[in-house]
């Protein structure tokens, strides 16, 4: 602590140990709380079997959703596992990135709830894709902010940098190519952010050695 | 960091004690949003005593599925215990159990709702039993993997890796037993469900101790 | 890791640790959904003021159960503090206290809800209270269960041991007459609930020091 | 454990580490709550893209929430920074923050659902801000005890220890300011409460450094 770090700029230096349980705490959170928004609604009586089947579409908003924030957590771990320190911008483009992984059972509520009806399906079906790209592109800004301010680990191989750069971006231009799909093709847009979510979790090396290897 | 371990395979490389801090963070949220399902209608009025004892399924569904979340957590720690180091492949499957467990509440809910309407109950309880049988096949696999990829540690004996095997199997042959049960005899599916997640979480040994000791 | 300690008992060798922190878990997510049991009805219109000031049992019953919850992890936290190992017992026992902990956030919903109405108040504070007065018992026994099977540190003074059992069981004598008082006076005991609960968060020595020393 | 500290007197005696895991436990899931206030009432229909922007200010009640709890758990990271040691005083003291932290959920809901109503918005504005004024308060409380009861780290600067001072209290001022506001210009008064957020979450030093540096 020395007169050129004041107290007030020290308000931003959270120990990276404790900046991570943080997070995780949030996304463990944001994650189980997907399964509050699944509702079968009153009155089902009798057909119990039909009405727990016909909310299908709830099912499939919950495996998205839970891939995606299963994805992002990863991917944050794999932005973490390279810092070397943190700084108060990189505390705050977390927080901002823990903001919009929060939000994310909301979009998927409307999805489960919506899905089948005509014209709200394709409102929601956007919707989710528009929180899906801002939760993405979040991930990678934080990436890029971590390079850029020099926050990276120095023994962190230029390779290795320069590859999960590589990994963090594409899923931008495929959620953007996704959300205009699902104007006109709901169902293969929320199957295909399932898709994209399973291409961040199962790593194509890790397949190829499985299934080739 | 070598160049044959490229970033994008690193993504998977999470350290085994934040993959066990994300996982009891699930547990522990899953285990306590149970208690959000237990609802009373509204307009009990004047007989909230009546009305209250009248959600006894909700209460039971309560217990049976605390305690079966209990036993997965356990049998959780006393796989992770076992592990030397966690791969991708670990990581993955251990997502895919978390999001079992996460759903559970829901299922949950379903068996405290309709428990005592003649057809939906036998739905409820077989959704239910699917659940846990997922759940339970899962962890099975986890280890089953984790012995497969050689993630446990050197120093485990044969001879405990053979018994943790045993014991996570019947499990599954008893889910399944219980499920059929279910259609006739609900309640007793139930009580057998209980039973089952007691047997994980009072280990026979402990017992006997007790009781004989 | 001796083959007089099989695998199947070895389930149950929670470290101390990860005990506690899965405790710590329940104990801040369950403190923390209290506030989701208040809600102002719908169609409070343009008397918001008065619909939110008509919740007064909600705002009641949410102090008395962060107070009570807030104590029973400051005791959970003592208990822990003198414990050298935890046993398989131990470890049951509080997923026991930690069911009823989980459990609070109902009877809290029940109580601000039904405060105010002649019967139903009545039915509502006894279930509050019979809830209380099982979380408080269990850990009054898990305290002793730790002291009987000699998992308390060598190192911890008989005086000090004997000073904790004794600050933990009064709540129980307590708990029990506040229940029947809440017969006659439902109002008395929740006022009587909230100062059990200070009693046990405020220690009279630090009081004692604060106002006469 | 001498016998001049007593069992009784240490169930205060939490580690700091352990009071910083229960605290960032209730942060994170408080701030994760916030989403499920957030709801569109039930047969929006045909119009749900109008029924989403109808829930405009359940949004910005989000993001101002989301806000101040990052930045009360900022200023309370700021503050157990400095700390050398806990005593029981702070512990308690910090549990009313988090009892008051934990409750906004609850006025941000009520702040989504009437804004836009003549006379309640102007209720709901003026509850959320005297339970944001609660919070900041007790934040500035809890660092002014720690201070006086000296279990600020010897080691801190007498500068650092003013500054934080100085920053941690306009704060109150700007808020009992908002709440008369908020009398007036509803929207303005809640824009004036996510300024607040920011100019804690977002320090000077740090703007001006990314503007003119």
Redesign the interface.
Known sequence: ?T?EE??????????SG?M???S?????????????E?T?PEG???D??DA?LDQWPSYLA??VS??TI?AI???H??IT?YLDRTD??F??LN?LL??VV?????PTR?LGE?FG????ER??VT?YGLALLAASSLVSVLWRYAVHEKLVRP???D??????T??LTPGLAAYALIIILGLFLPLVAVLAYLAVALF???????LRR?LFG
């Open positions: 602590v007169t004041p107290a007030g700029r020290r308000l931003g230096k959270i120990g404790r991570e349980a943080f995780d705490g949030v996304f463990a959170i944001a994650i189980t709380l997907l399964v509050l699944i079968i089902a009586g009798e119990l079997l727990f919950y495996v839970f891939a299963g957590w990863l991917a771990n794999g596992e108060p911008g505390i705050r927080l823990l903001m929060a939000f994310l059972p909301f409307l919506h009806e005509q014209s709200p409102v929601a919707i023994d962190a191989e390779e290795d940098v320069r590859l999960l590589k990994r961040f979790i199962v790593p194509v090396g890790l499985h």
